[in-house]
């Protein structure tokens, strides 16, 4: 059963045979925690990109997107959609 969010399906994936069944970008390898995790760590958004390539400015803000709602829900800024 698939926990890619409704909002995300489209941007993210999981596969059990792909990447051990981590949420992925879709058409890619690359685990969406890559993204967060850089993001933490001070990466910025274009050193990102140069480093992965094959994750599209779209997935990305999508992700960065769905990742404000649920801090502005958590935090009661935002009632749900």
Not at 28 to 50: A, K, Q
Request: aromatic residues 4%; proline residues 5%; contains cysteine.
């Amino acid at each position: 059963m698939s926990m890619v969010p409704e909002e995300l399906k489209g941007t993210l994936t999981e596969d059990p045979e792909v990447m051990s069944g981590l949420m992925c970008f879709c058409g890619t390898r690359i685990p969406v925690s890559i993204l967060l995790d850089n993001l933490h760590d001070g990466v910025t958004l274009e050193e990102f990109r140069e480093g992965y390539p094959d994750v599209s400015d779209d997935q990305i803000q999508a992700v960065r997107d769905y990742q404000d709602k649920l801090i502005r829900l958590n935090l009661g800024l935002d009632k749900a959609s």
